[in-house]
């Protein structure tokens, strides 16, 4: 007999994350975990050391709901700077509790029960529980590997007169896309035409490599008006544990944003806020060089991988590379393929049909590369002994 009443159906429903899965596998076999996505050195030790400072000058109470003001102003001058984007530091930003609670707050903000939104597969992971537990209806539109384009016809039929918003991520996460002008065109004329507004997931804007340019959506004409930008401290210095993330946009939208935020956590700890202020404000190199160190990591990974017989796509973005690991001949599918690959060769991987709903294509792996060189050397010459064992089975 049951002792209480069942509890939220779809959070029962729901796993823990496979980026926890997976640290948690790795550390339980000492691998080396290119899973989650975390860089392994910390970021600028001049931010780090503003945010020390700034425990010790007695600003510890609440910051302001919407953010810090001197932030606040970063992220609207960074907004201008980058992009070329007028954003009010007043009305147009809040500062939040990281990129995951920015996603979530502007989904509140957005959608009422009932409303479609149209998602993108593969999809970063917390995008669909949210909008299930809104109450929204998603609508999923799947990019095909290896090059990943936009499916017009299929992304035009996911439109229709309920709805209310599409959620884009780019530079992508896990496929390393960035979206192009003409694909970004193409879904600005969507949602003019379907008067529906786009909550754009930015966090890895300055993460771009091969030439390629991030383009924030909100840059397109008719977009601004419907567009929440948000944008993530964790990615832009490497301080992924930091979790301040921000969001700007119409001061229409921005002011029920802020209202999700009050709900959601309140507020940001001011001394990270603090110091993400003064790293937004750093010269261009600062934001060339992250960008062109991962792009020789991303390289150094990619060469590695071939040269065991991993198929890679290509990854214009972000921290990851996929690899096709079906001409490995491995008996079994991506979720064994992490799982053998973390326990006996001792690297962590990413399985990218968690990043499915439903039926998924089943050899494809996700690797970070957002490593020491070193670390990424080790990585490869233990998958070589692993590969050269050639096993043809999954673990039991
Ligand atoms: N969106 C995407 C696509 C991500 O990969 C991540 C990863 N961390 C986030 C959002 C969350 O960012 P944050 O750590 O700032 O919450
Ligand atoms: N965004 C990171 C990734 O994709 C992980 C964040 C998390 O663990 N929630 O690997």
Redesign the pocket.
């Not at 994350?17 to 926890?20: C, D, E, R, S």
């Given at each position: 007999m049951r002792a209480v009443k069942p509890a939220n159906s779809l959070l029962s429903a729901t796993g823990t994350?496979?980026?926890?899965v997976m640290?948690a596998l790795a550390a339980r076999h000492q691998a080396i975990n290119l899973?989650?996505?975390?860089p392994d050195t910390e970021g600028p030790a001049d931010i780090v050391r503003i945010a020390a400072e700034a425990l010790l000058d007695h600003r510890n109470q609440y910051p302001p709901l919407t953010g810090l003001p001197e932030l606040r102003e970063a992220v609207a001058a960074a907004n201008g700077r980058f992009y070329g984007l007028m954003i009010d530091p007043v009305t147009g930003v809040v500062v939040t509790s990281g990129a995951?609670e920015a996603i979530t707050a502007s989904l509140m903000a957005l959608l009422n029960p009932g409303d479609e939104v149209v998602l993108i597969e593969p999809l970063?992971?917390?995008y669909l529980p949210v909008v299930k537990l809104l109450g929204a209806v998603p609508r999923l539109v799947r990019l095909q590997p290896p090059h990943w384009e936009l499916p017009r016809a299929a992304l035009e039929a996911a439109f229709g007169p309920k709805t209310k918003a599409l959620l884009l991520n780019s530079p992508m996460?896990?496929t390393g896309k960035v979206f192009t002008p003409e694909e970004l065109g193409f879904i600005a004329d969507l949602l003019r035409r379907h008067d529906a507004y786009a909550v754009c997931d930015e966090?890895y804007e300055h993460l771009v490599f091969s030439g390629a340019r991030h383009i924030p959506l909100a840059t397109l004409p008719g977009m601004a008006e419907r567009s929440l930008r948000i944008g993530s401290a964790g990615?832009t210095f490497s301080l992924?544990g930091w979790k301040v993330g921000y969001i700007s946009g119409p001061a229409a939208l921005m002011g029920l944003v802020a209202k999700a935020h009050q709900n959601l956590t309140f507020t940001t700890a001011p001394n990270l806020q603090r110091a993400v202020a003064a790293g937004l404000a750093k010269p261009d190199d600062y934001f060339a060089g992250l960008a062109s160190a991962l792009e020789t990591r991303r390289d150094q990974l990619d060469a590695g991988l071939r040269r065991l017989g991993f198929h890679t796509l290509a990854s214009a973005g972000?921290?990851?590379i996929t690899a096709d690991v079906s001409p490995l001949g491995f008996a079994g599918d991506d979720v064994a393929f992490c799982q053998e690959i973390t326990a006996r060769a001792g690297v962590a991987a990413?399985p990218v049909s968690a990043f499915y709903v439903g039926e998924a294509p089943r050899q494809y792996v996700?690797f970070?590369f957002c490593k020491r060189e070193e670390i990424l050397e080790e990585a490869l010459r233990r998958l070589e002994g692993w590969v050269a064992a050639r096993p043809l089975t999954a673990l039991a």
């Open positions: 994350t496979i980026f926890t640290s899973g989650q996505g975390f995951t970063y992971d917390t996460n896990p966090v990615k992924t972000s921290y990851f990413i996700r970070a």
